[in-house]
């Protein structure tokens, strides 16, 4: 059959009913109200793929389509019926592409379809398309139901297209190909202990495939994807050297259709060690030899919050920071050097040789930022009478 340009759809509505029933759907497929529907994130119906049986050859009753629309009113759609066949021997299309034709839109777009089986598994959206785009044909109005009601090759999706003012209607299962609703992916991490990156987390959906995508992610944070409903591998990376993940980096998820799933890494953090405090300072005491410091002088290793780093167990190293003898020749006496146990470095014998007001003591580690004391005094012994 030969049709002239601008009656695409003129006098082709079929016999919707039985084509409802065949696909396993109930319910109005015209057009209706445009709206928008508002939901936490945008959702996603993708479809490839045709319906009719037979080769897509000029003449032949089969349809095909490539669509991907979204609830932000974003998308495209390239729509042809090889039952309609033009002069110059080029069958019927309905595109849209505003990149193109910014004449052409998706005017409203209804999350759930009571056309499907099950409404959730279904999207209906409006719009405006141009027909037979390359020879710039009329503007017309059209409805798409898609229900994603089975996996590829099930023959158990449905795609319907309405235009109404040309009275016309293709609706069937998809004999090939495949129509998918996406849907929505929330991946959080809840971390505990300390020494925690405030950000460097990666999250990447779908590792080493064509549909890989990746987020960063905060600590203590979360990230949302659109992905297509069906299984999903989501690895976790930037994991620090000192925290450990519950149950492992690689998490396989599965996203319903139009539905959310969520992945949730448990991370396990323990404190490193950057700096030096002291926990124990130096007090005042009479001079070597005549007695130690006393209780004995403590420092301790903390992180870069400041809090205790049991896992040090390195040497720390012990000096006069201010000398306060007469001449700045006083002498430490007792063991400088002692290995930090579950992070706490211990000097019990510790003495100085000469008095001397505002004494501090300076702590030293490698790799570690230093610390320095308070002040205190080494007392003048009194003469023995």
Known sequence: MTISKGTLFAGLLGPLAAALLAAGCSGSVGPQAPRFDTAPTVVRITGLGQIGTGSPSPG???????????????????????????????VGTLTVDPTTDPATAITAFRTNSSACSDPSNGAEFDGTGREDAGGGGELLGFTVVACDNGPAGSALDFFSLAVPSEAYQKSGSVTSGDIAKWGTLVVSTSTTGSSLPTSGYTVTVDPGTSSQTSQPIATNGSVTFSVSASSHSVVLSGVPANCTVSGGTSQTVTVPSGGTATAAFSVSCVPVATALVFTAQPSNAFPFPLATIQPPVQVT?????????PSFNGLVTIAIGHDASLLGNAHLHGTTTVPAVNGVATFSDLSIDQPGIGYTLAAAASGLTGAESTSFTILTPLPLP
């Open 301 to 309: 290793t903390v992180d870069a919050q400041g809090n205790a780093a």
């Open 60 to 90: 032949n009753n089969v349809q095909t389509f490539n669509f991907d629309a979204r609830s932000d009113l974003t998308g495209s759609l390239k729509f042809s019926d090889y039952s309609i066949v033009r002069a110059d021997g080029s």
